[in-house]
């Protein structure tokens, strides 16, 4: 059974940096296509970034050259670095698992970053 657990999040100053992680309880996790969204206040969740099983990635251009995701298949865990951090990328951040169609959410972590 999928559980997707998120931490990291916090409050940080711009142009500081974070590390959002997200573990999976599951079996699946090696299989999955694995992501980030966000969803700044008021506004509608966003892919930030996202990993497919053998490591291809993409970001989002609003984070590219800042963000980066990575996975470790033997952990079930998904990382992303967030460097330079602006105001605009403050917001709950969610872990997304999705494999066959189907799609999971962890219940998110909040980055607040101050300008």
């Known amino acids: 059974q999928v559980q997707l657990v998120e931490s990291g999040g916090g409050l940080v100053q711009a142009g500081g940096s974070l590390t959002l992680s997200c573990v999976d309880s599951g079996s699946i996790f090696s299989f999955a296509i694995m992501g980030w969204y966000r969803q700044p206040p008021g506004k509608q969740r966003e892919l930030v970034a996202s990993?497919?099983?053998?490591?291809?990635?993409f970001h989002a251009d609003s984070v590219k050259g800042r963000f980066t995701i990575s996975r470790d298949n033997a952990k079930n865990a998904v990382t992303l670095q967030m460097n330079s951090l602006k105001p605009e990328d403050a917001g709950v951040y969610y872990c997304?698992?999705?494999?066959?169609?189907?799609?999971?959410w962890g219940k998110g972590t909040l980055v607040t970053v101050s300008s």
């Open positions: 990993i497919l099983p053998g490591g291809s990635k």
């Open positions: 997304n698992l999705g494999q066959r169609g189907l799609s999971y």
